[in-house]
DNA sequence: TCGGATAATTGAACGTGTTCAAATTTTTCT
DNA sequence: AGAAAAATTTGAACACGTTCAATTATCCGA
């Protein structure tokens, strides 16, 4: 509500911009807030302990984000970046699709290594329908969108033989993938995570062999009712 | 903490049974709490209200239920025994898999549909790693482990050639796969939620076929990679 | 049946996330 | 530069889930 006056502001006029006094305190609570959810937790750190550390009070906070969980929401947004950064270099050195799917898994599992404490506080908003942040709504289609793109640059510049059916659905269903090895690295708590890490080197050795197999003309009729079926969902 | 002299008392001096003056406040709160949940919602029905209906102070609540979380979980406990008792029906009349698989996954889907509207909070509560609701934590794993049995019984009376290997296995991997239906019925607001129907009785289909498949001999080696990687992750 | 022990219940109080009307600062326009 | 408008900031207050010391009801053995 308050933030759609900061939207319309922007839109109208030129200001609000990284310059502006409001974009200043906005930056400095949000920064205030992820180092203090680092150093003690989410549950941990009270909305007061963050407008006071940053020299604010409570209500500002309230006007800059909509929620304690908002807050959180700028982890997210931030690692996003990271990955699209990070995995295009990969894309660009790997071939063959099961290296390139290896190498964007690694990454991702790499770039949210440092988030693994807040990742079960994200993932229970955004387990919730009804939250923005659930990653199926519509308000996160875009980033969404953005996450298949990136699983269709991996099958895209992959010199695998796929049939064209298949390759229609496959960014979707290999983001899919990519969020079931998500959820099981958010209940990983072995060091390092490496349970997560087998997990992934051996779903991608799997992964890669079903598509090998799916794209075998006996296999065809199977492949066809899988299609159809996903089709079907999506109305 | 509380909770844990009414333990005692049960174990050690019979009384606290369904009789005593303890017990019925309790399923009196209880009763009434589902009630108003499902009247007015979860969120927007208060402790205090709910023991304003009961007769009772807010304390009193506390002292037979740990939170408000808590009493969603009588929700939960409730819905298992229901699908435990129906599913069996089931299985007594069908003997091929898929029809068992069907029959199993429908009963499931029309035991919870009275309960759609909670599921998404007990499902954001659930989705918490530290919570004990958490179908993956160790609390849980009684009522985990009495799932994964039920999906034991819908393989073992089925008439289907399955190698030993992936007759093991299968159980558990059937269990996931129904939480991935679950998933999709928690965020599927279609009426009725005929589309969580309509994506059981593809996928089913599909499963089913896949279960053939990979009991071929050809797919020994694909089925052996899968296999070992569970094995691996089990530690 | 009585009295001690245990279970159950109370309700005021705490700390939390959050709201909101009022005050203040910043920006915009003439 | 100055005044009107808009954005920002304040902090007291609210409602909630929850706790806990004190009180009352219930149970059980002698």
């Given at each position: 509500m308050r933030r759609k006056t900061l939207h319309?502001?922007?839109?109208?006029?030129?200001?609000?911009?990284?310059?502006?006094?409001?974009e200043q305190t906005r930056s400095l609570i949000l920064e205030t807030?992820?180092?203090?959810?680092?150093?003690?937790?989410?549950?941990?750190?009270?909305?007061?302990?963050?407008?006071?550390?940053?020299?604010?009070?409570?209500?500002?906070?309230?006007?800059?984000f909509r929620s304690k969980e908002h807050l959180i929401q700028a982890y997210y947004e931030r690692m996003h970046e990271i990955h699209a950064e990070s995995c295009a270099e990969v894309l660009k050195k790997e071939r063959a699709l099961k290296d390139r799917l290896l190498g964007v898994m690694?990454?991702?599992?790499?770039?949210?290594?440092?988030?693994?404490?807040?990742?079960?506080?994200?993932?229970?908003?955004?387990?919730?329908?009804?939250?923005?942040?659930?990653?199926?709504?519509p308000e996160s289609e875009p980033?969404?969108?953005?996450?298949?793109?990136?699983?269709?640059?991996?099958?895209?510049?992959?010199?695998?033989?796929?049939?064209?059916?298949?390759g229609?659905?496959?960014?979707?269903?290999?983001?899919?993938?990519h969020m079931g090895v998500v959820l099981f690295w958010i209940h990983d708590d072995s060091s390092g995570q490496h349970r997560t890490r087998r997990l992934m080197e051996h779903t991608v050795e799997i992964v890669v062999r079903l598509i090998q197999l799916a794209s075998l003309s006996p296999m065809r009729p199977l492949r066809k009712t899988v299609l159809k079926m996903l089709a079907d969902l999506r109305e």
């Open positions: 319309k502001r922007a839109l109208t006029v030129e200001s609000g911009e990284a310059g502006s006094k409001g807030a992820l180092k203090m959810f680092g150093e003690r937790g989410y549950e941990e750190t009270t909305m007061r302990a963050i407008a006071e550390m940053a020299g604010v009070a409570p209500g500002a906070t309230y006007y800059h690694g990454q991702i599992l790499k770039d949210m290594a440092p988030y693994h404490q807040f990742a079960g506080v994200l993932f229970k908003t955004a387990a919730d329908p009804q939250s923005p942040l659930n990653p199926f709504s980033a969404r969108r953005a996450s298949i793109e990136l699983f269709a640059d991996v099958v895209r510049g992959a010199k695998a033989k796929i049939p064209p059916d298949l229609a659905e496959l960014p979707a269903l290999l983001w899919l993938y």
